[in-house]
Structure formats: structure tokens, C-alpha cells
């Protein structure tokens, strides 16, 4: 069996990771309260912390 190498599927991967370095990195900019990420201190949060340390 001939293994062909398919470069477009190689341009394929690189325009996917530059899109996502480009969108990690604009997310900064995203001014709505739904983009921020907060966890609560449960109890279930506060025994993670107790047994990490």
C-alpha cells in the first residue's frame, strides 16, 4: 500500500491551530460576564484544597 502524504490535510491543521491561538487570545478582550469563569467554594472545592495540600 502507497502511503501518499496529503499536504493539504497538513495546511488543514495548521490554519485550525493558528484559528485557535487567535481565539485563546482574543478572548481577553470579551467584555460579557458569562465569559468569566467562576467556581464557588463549596464544601466539595474546599476538600480538594485540604487534601492538595
Known amino acids: 500500500?502507497?502511503?501518499?502524504?496529503?499536504y493539504d490535510l497538513d495546511w488543514l491543521r495548521v490554519f485550525?491551530?493558528?484559528l485557535v491561538i487567535i481565539f485563546h487570545s482574543l478572548m481577553i478582550f470579551i467584555l460579557e460576564p458569562w465569559a468569566?469563569?467562576?467556581i464557588k467554594d463549596t464544601e466539595y472545592v474546599h476538600s480538594f484544597k485540604v487534601i492538595s495540600i
Do not use: I, S, W
Not at 1 to 6: E, G, P, S
Open 36 to 38: 468569566v469563569v467562576y
Open 16 to 18: 485550525g491551530v493558528l
Open 1 to 6: 500500500m502507497d502511503k501518499v502524504r496529503r
